[in-house]
């Protein structure tokens, strides 16, 4: 396998422990550093690989834009 499958993989991996938890004690900041990490991961993997790899980062760009978005919105 190419280093860029290896990191793309790691970061699909990453984003799915972001929506569901590995084990019951999961918490927040780990969540966070997950998806910074997926995002990192993604990023890297597009760059030296194939660039359908921005689909992570892009997803984890527009779930933060939607989240601020309803974040305002409620205040």
């Given at each position: ?10 970061s ?13 004690e ?12 997926s ?27 939607l ?9």
């Open positions: 396998m190419k280093r860029s499958t290896i990191a793309g993989i790691a699909a991996v990453l984003l799915a422990c972001v929506f569901v938890p590995p084990y019951r999961w918490r927040a900041p780990i969540s966070f550093a997950c998806a910074v990490l995002f990192v991961l993604g990023a890297l993997a597009a760059t030296s690989g194939r660039k359908w790899w921005l689909v992570i980062p892009a997803s984890i760009i527009a779930g933060f834009a989240d601020l978005y309803v974040v305002i919105y409620v205040l």
